[in-house]
């Protein structure tokens, strides 16, 4: 499940929070697999999300300058 294993009580529930402040419906879904979907979003946001700056992904440009192999 990566670094959201960890995850303490207190930020579930922040996280909870925030998702019904932005129109996402968590109702019927575990703890384990909100961990998991968020641990996918947050790896998505990283490595493939489109920086419109840079025109490509963050891990792209990052790998491009030689900052991350």
């Known amino acids: 499940m990566g670094w959201l294993t960890e995850c303490g009580t207190r930020r ?15 109702a019927g879904v575990s703890r384990n697999e909100f961990i998991e979907r968020l641990d996918g979003y947050m790896t998505w946001y990283r ?21 991350m192999a």
């Open 12 to 26: 579930l529930a922040g996280a909870w929070s925030w998702s019904a402040d932005h129109g996402r419906d968590f």
């Open 47 to 67: 490595d493939e999300r489109i920086k419109l700056t840079f025109g490509t992904s963050i891990a792209k440009r990052r790998r491009e300058l030689g900052l």
